[in-house]
């Protein structure tokens, strides 16, 4: 099929090139000429696992372009996907103004049958503006409809989660589009949710804030482990078991973070409020979920008897392993409350140093986790890549000022860290 992407950013670029290598057409435009050139010679906008291969493969195959003309991109496909950005606004709400921008210059382009589909995360009714953005706008009438179709990428595993998806929710009430929609995605033979537009972008909100949920039940209760001395890591374990529970998203850390989760709780609280209905129980999620963060900054002060002019070798910057995204990372947000409690840090991440500089360029950064642990008075676990559970912490424990490990990822061996002299503590544990 003749797919056209709208908006190659993260989810745009992961989109247009798996359906690329499922063997559509497709062409992915954004307005970003800069970007778009870039792509064009094959070279990566993003980190993410595995990306890389696919786009190389599907402009080698030429089943995969980019394009910075929007008009003719949409000239030349039958689908259309919608994928730009969603930030929060003041209030917490979804700021439309991208896809609104788009759903105009869409419908200047139209002169046949196109289906336009929403990717992009917004509110409960969004689907239906921009089918009236596109009535007003069309120069001469073209049939056309909108779907919703949310995507439900992880970042670090998100072409996998593209090729082998959970489920496709697909939100129309139109049978035509519905047909082109289901054969599109055929080939992943995954669980289809058909449903009208209204609840397939309700889905794609209370899925992240469910499991946002989660994550915030498992951290709650993982304090209650502090107190009463019981192990977060067996509980979860003795919960997961449970089929009506599972084991995912129960890893208690330092908190929620990323693109996502913060920002789509922050926006179903605004749509529940608009409804009139108060979701406390989201509102609590939230809480827990800052309160986390600083209770992390607390542990590390305790543990060293105030932070003052102390040196803190901080592990991890993203707000999870294989991305180098440091978006609402609790990683940033705790080294910002170790500063204001007087510490210097010393920093490394695999791959986020040089996005983390940008917005925290007062401590520094080191080229490798050896590095950043030398002369240290304790050391923060903030993220969990798998190369700091395979340090040398013998060898490190000879560099340190003090051998002390606060790890909020629960990443690593307590036992053993114990046993070769550390003063280790976890959450929960
Ligand atoms: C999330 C959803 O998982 C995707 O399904 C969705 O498509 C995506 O948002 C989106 O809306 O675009 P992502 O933000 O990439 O994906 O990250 P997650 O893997 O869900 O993790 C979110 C945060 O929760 C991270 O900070 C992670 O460290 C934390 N987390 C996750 C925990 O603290 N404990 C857990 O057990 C799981």
């Known amino acids: 099929m003749n797919v056209g992407i709208i908006g190659v950013g993260y989810v745009g670029l992961v989109t247009g090139s798996c359906l690329a290598r499922m063997g ?7 307005i970003d000429t800069e970007k778009i050139d870039k792509l064009n010679q094959g070279i990566m906008t993003i980190y993410e696992p595995g990306l890389d291969e696919v786009v190389k493969a599907g402009l080698a195959e030429t089943t995969l372009r980019f394009s910075d003309q929007i008009e003719s991109t949409v000239e030349e496909s039958d689908l259309i996907f919608i994928c730009v950005g969603t930030p929060s606004d003041e209030s917490g709400a979804a700021d439309l103004k991208y896809v609104k921008e788009v759903a ?6 139209i002169h046949r049958y196109k289906v336009i589909i929403n990717k992009s995360t917004v509110p409960v009714g969004t689907t239906r503006i921009v089918q009236k953005i596109i009535e007003e706008n069309m120069p001469h009438f073209h049939e056309f409809d909108v779907v919703s179709n949310p995507e439900f990428l ?54 992240n804030s469910f499991l946002a949920t989660k994550v915030s039940f498992i951290n709650a209760i993982s304090n209650i482990c502090d107190n009463v001395g019981a192990d977060v890591k067996k509980v979860a374990l003795g919960m997961g078991y449970d089929k009506r529970i599972g084991f995912e998203f129960l890893e208690a850390g330092p908190g929620f973070g990323g693109s996502c989760f913060p920002k789509d ?21 939230m809480e827990v979920n800052e309160a986390q963060q600083e209770l992390m900054v607390s542990k590390l002060k305790n543990l060293l008897g105030g932070l ?46 040089e996005n983390a500089k940008k917005i925290l360029p007062e401590i520094k950064y080191e080229k490798d986790a050896y590095d950043a642990v030398k002369g240290s008075d304790g050391i923060i676990i903030l993220t969990e890549w798998d190369e700091f559970k395979w340090l040398d912490f013998e060898k490190i424990k000879q560099t340190v000022k003090n051998p002390l490990i606060l790890d909020t990822r629960n990443c690593l061996d307590p036992q053993l860290l114990r046993k070769s002299g550390y003063i280790y503590q976890g959450v929960g544990r």
């Open 104 to 109: 105009k210059g869409i419908a200047a382009s």
């Open 154 to 207: 992880r970042e670090g595993s998100a072409v996998e989660d593209f090729m082998n998806p959970d489920r496709i929710v697909i939100g129309s009430d139109s049978q035509k589009a519905i047909g082109l929609m289901t054969e599109l995605y055929a080939p992943l033979k995954a669980p289809l949710v058909i449903a009208d537009s209204a609840s397939a972008e309700m889905i794609k909100y209370a899925s």
């Open 308 to 353: 003052k002019e102390k040196t803190i070798a901080a592990l991890g910057l993203s707000f999870k392993p294989n991305t180098d995204d440091i978006r609402e990372s609790p990683a940033i947000c705790i080294i910002k409350g170790l500063l204001k409690e007087g510490a210097s840090v010393k920093a490394y991440d695999p791959v986020s140093n």
């Open 24 to 30: 559509n057409k497709v062409i992915c435009a954004d």
């Open 265 to 285: 709780c922050k926006a179903l609280i605004k749509i529940a409020e608009d409804s009139g209905y108060d979701f406390r129980l989201l509102k609590g999620v």
